[in-house]
């Protein structure tokens, strides 16, 4: 049940006096499975300690749990991170919403919440967890959002090479495939500032959503 | 999930809407990054004693829907339609932000903004890892 975009309908609760400088917020997927390190990687680069915050899900219950053949849908509840930092001096007030979302496939709708208008999406992997990285992969993929994958280099796990974690994920060449230590402020800053840039490259070279063709100088 | 879980769960949910006076469907349109300021309006009375929450956490700074939920500890609807309360008494507004780094409705942000984050993010973190770019 993805919300609608935000759009104050009525003019009345838009400020008319709002001071000068609201930020222009900008969001950020941060996917992954269980303790594949999404809450260190948000407070690592976060000005507030990371949230946890709740939301209803309403999900049809034949398919997440053993009650089969119970039509009706019911309520869960699913938690994810925030987390939030402000870029004071860009030319226009700018705060990145940081989401850390679990991996299962049982919140998709939720990931469609979040990736309305997102930046991109980092999915983090555990090595030894690889599979858990499936999921949030192909969904990311298939709605066009940039991605990138960062490998969690947990202490005492074998380092894989990324080039064996992107045949390992199927990934195509375009995904970045970078390795990072979500604890490291300076690592998590390098995996946002490469999605940023990742996500140049797809604006500058595809026509997200549906939108005209921009008709660039490779083009003439 | 054991009969336990699910009953505390359930009972959870009903907790919460108690809040809301059962209501739970915001009445404006909210998502989880609308960010919202302290308005000159005051909220009616027999307001839930969260809606005093979210204004004093308001007044202090913007607050976006997504911050407000996890630091009630409410579930998001539940603190949208609280947000509502307040938006329909004038007690929030929604600022404007420029127009001209808005992202668009169903598209990511512009090139333009990218490179503002790009550049911006360097400069706050002149050490970050440098990745290079596949492809």
């Known amino acids: ?220 | 999930m054991t009969t336990y879980g699910r009953a505390a769960e359930e009972s959870a949910f009903v907790r919460t809407y108690a809040v809301t006076r059962g209501r739970t469907k915001p009445r404006h349109l909210l998502a989880l990054e609308t960010v919202l300021e302290a308005g000159q309006g005051r909220p009616g009375p027999a307001q839930a004693e969260e809606c005093g929450e979210i204004l004093a956490l308001c007044r202090e700074r913007r607050r976006s829907v997504v911050e407000l939920a996890g630091r009630l500890g409410r579930p998001v609807t539940a603190v949208k339609v609280l947000v509502s309360d307040l938006l329909d008494a004038g007690a929030l507004v929604v600022p404007l932000t420029q127009s001209y780094a808005d992202t668009g409705a169903g598209s990511g942000p512009s090139v333009q903004l990218l490179a503002a984050v790009s550049a911006s993010l360097k400069r706050k973190w002149p050490d970050a890892v440098a990745y290079p770019q596949a492809g």
């Open chain 1, 1 to 220: 049940m993805p919300s609608p975009i935000p759009r104050p309908d009525d003019p009345s609760t838009v400020s008319p006096h709002s001071q000068a400088g609201a930020p222009t917020v900008l969001k950020i997927v941060i996917a992954g499975g269980f303790g594949a390190g999404k809450t260190t990687a948000v407070g690592a680069v976060s000005e507030i300690t990371p949230l946890s915050t709740e939301e209803y899900l309403t999900e049809a219950s034949a398919d997440v749990d053993s009650l089969a053949g119970l039509a009706s849908k019911r309520t869960t509840t699913v938690a994810f991170d925030f987390g939030r930092l402000s870029l004071p001096d860009a030319p226009v007030p700018l705060e990145l919403f940081l989401f850390g979302t679990p991996g299962q496939d049982r919140f998709v709708d939720l990931w469609y919440d979040l990736s309305r208008g997102a930046v991109g999406a980092v999915v983090l992997v555990d090595t030894r967890r690889l599979e858990s990285s499936f999921t949030p992969v192909s969904f990311f993929e298939d709605i066009g959002l940039p991605l990138v994958v960062a490998v969690n280099q947990f202490d005492g796990a074998h380092p894989y090479h990324p080039e064996q974690v992107r045949a390992a994920l199927e990934l195509p060449a375009a995904v970045p495939v970078v390795t990072c230590d979500a604890r490291d402020t300076n690592h998590v800053a390098g995996v946002l500032l490469a999605l940023v840039d990742h996500a140049v490259n797809c604006a500058a070279t595809t026509n997200r959503a549906g939108h005209a063709p921009s008709t660039t100088l490779q083009d003439v």
